[in-house]
């Protein structure tokens, strides 16, 4: 089951970033649309707490999921920027060096390793990362727009492990309000990052109407994936959870190539289809 989670936690995640870039692209600015679409996503979780009426963990451990949405703030507002560039292959390293990060505390902290494990883990981060190895349209990118891909890269991968990890510390104790927490800390993080950048008057961030039904699908994706990711955290090892999760980029690339008809080249097809086998071998090894 916590193998199904976090595969349910890839699709959502891969879902939230495409939606949350084409958001971007209308003229929505970036963090506006990260602290809507969190605070869409926490108030969907706000039935479900009330329904289940249990008071929020007394363990210190909660504040780890502010520190989870504050990575996210910083993972989000630098994914959608590339998303709105029409980047979408940036995910997949992104993804990779994230997982690279989590799986890395998590075998530092005890978590089983076999051989079958070990190559799935290699094949789940490598095939991420080498979908970035060219453009979309093949050609070799300008040594700026290399630069420029590459802190990307570095600066939200480290997001993500951080993210990561502490989604899975903070669901040992309780995953609705550890994700409910999560997604305040995101809403507020980015809605004051929305206010330092802002270049007009505060009423013109805010998007249309027009716009709110992308910004709503962003909300319940990611607060899908979250859930899901923090539900699996219960049983789950960080090591095999975050690699499997970190194929998120996955669904962003497909959704672009169904919905926008992004095409990837051999080299970017070759590295999703290494990432899903190794998603395949970890499930099999996590048996």
Not at 20 to 26: K, L, N, Q
Not at 150 to 167: E, F, W
Request: proline share 5%; hydrophobic share 55%.
């Amino acid at each position: 089951m916590a193998i199904l989670l976090a595969a349910a936690a890839a699709i959502g995640w891969g879902a939230a970033d495409y939606f949350g870039g084409d958001a971007s692209r209308r003229a929505v600015p970036v963090f506006v649309v990260v602290a809507i679409a969190e605070l869409l996503g926490g108030l969907l979780l706000a039935p479900v707490l009330i329904a289940r009426g249990t008071p929020p963990p007394g363990d210190p451990r909660l504040i780890l999921a502010g520190v989870a949405g504050l990575a996210v703030t910083v993972e989000l507002g630098l994914i959608y920027r590339a998303l709105s560039r029409g980047e979408a292959f940036i995910t997949a390293p992104i993804g990779a060096l994230g997982a690279a990060a989590a799986v890395t505390v998590g075998l530092v902290g005890g978590d089983p390793i076999s051989l079958a494990l070990a190559i799935g883990l290699v094949c789940a981060l490598v095939g991420g990362a080498i979908t970035s190895f060219s453009s979309a349209d093949g050609a070799p990118r300008r040594r700026t727009d290399a630069w420029r891909a590459t802190a990307t890269c570095l600066a939200a991968g480290a997001a993500v492990g951080t993210s990561l990890v502490s989604l899975h510390a903070v669901g040992r104790l309780d995953p609705y309000w550890g994700t409910a927490t999560e997604h305040v800390s995101t809403a507020v993080s980015a809605a004051a990052a929305a206010l330092v950048v802002a270049r007009g008057p505060v009423r013109e961030l805010a998007p249309g109407w027009s716009q709110m039904p992308g910004v709503a699908l962003v909300a319940a994706s990611g607060v899908g994936g979250d859930l899901a990711y923090v539900s699996a955290s219960h049983t789950g090892a960080l090591s095999i959870l975050s690699a499997i999760s970190s194929l998120y980029p996955v669904t962003t690339i497909a959704l672009g190539r169904v919905l926008q008809a992004q095409r990837a080249t051999r080299v970017q097809l070759a590295g999703v289809l290494i990432a899903l086998g190794g998603a395949v071998l970890l499930g099999a090894a996590a048996r």
